[in-house]
């Protein structure tokens, strides 16, 4: 079944905690964590202490997004402050550093993942796709919400879910960006099992109907 992950960046974080518990209640799988640190993305947004409030106010699958410079010098430190699953990007290091970094997430017992920005082809995941349990392609430019869905990244997700059955079936293949009913269909139809979507979902007078919706039922 497809997954929905809510995007925390649309949420009232003045009432963050009852927030997750509404998207929960409303069918949500996951719920997608935005790390922004103002170098790698223009925008700043939250980090380890939000991350660690969270967790005490949840037990839904936590994934984060790590849209930082040289994320491996943080990944152990979100692990223990409750992610499980970090996500790295490819243009965030040398392949290298990108590999000790989703190493050192394993170590900890959480999933890895890896993103790739709309210009990074598909072929650079493949250094890292036997060791990963998920792959986010960016179907807008990664650092703020409200963008429109990219249309040009669906042979991309499509590419991607073709290297993903021949190397790791295992893996989900999550989309994130402008994401509605109409494009949902669009992202799962290319081959995406996880989507991330902020506003569709938080902006909802309705949330239980809009995550259906982006479900397809």
């Not at 849209?67 to 990007?89: K, S, T, W």
């Not at 807008?140 to 021949?166: T, Y």
């Amino acid at each position: 079944m497809l997954k929905i992950a809510p995007s925390i960046l649309a949420a009232d974080f003045a009432r963050l905690g009852q927030e997750v518990d509404d998207v929960r209640a409303a069918g949500a799988d996951y719920i997608h964590f935005d790390v922004m640190d103002g170098c790698f993305v223009p925008n700043i947004s939250f980090g380890l202490p939000v991350l660690q409030s969270l967790r005490r106010a949840t037990d839904l699958f936590l994934d984060v997004h790590l849209m930082i410079e040289r994320p491996g010098r943080y990944v152990e430190r979100f692990c223990q402050a409750g992610a499980d699953l970090v996500n790295v990007h490819v243009e965030a290091g040398s392949t290298e550093e990108l590999l000790k970094a989703i190493e050192a997430v394993k170590a900890l017992g959480k999933k890895a993942g890896v993103t790739l920005k709309p210009a990074t082809g598909a072929e650079a995941i493949e250094p890292f796709l036997p060791l990963i349990d998920l792959i986010l392609v960016m179907t807008v430019e990664p650092g703020s919400g409200g963008q429109s869905f990219m249309l040009d990244q669906l042979p991309k997700i499509a590419a991607v879910r073709e290297r993903i059955e021949r190397l790791n079936p295992a893996c989900e293949l999550e989309v994130d960006g402008g994401i509605t009913p109409s494009t949902a269909a669009l992202a799962k139809a290319a081959g995406a099992n996880v989507l991330v979507s902020g506003s569709a979902v938080f902006g909802a007078a309705d949330r239980r109907a809009a995550i259906r919706a982006l479900r397809g039922a």
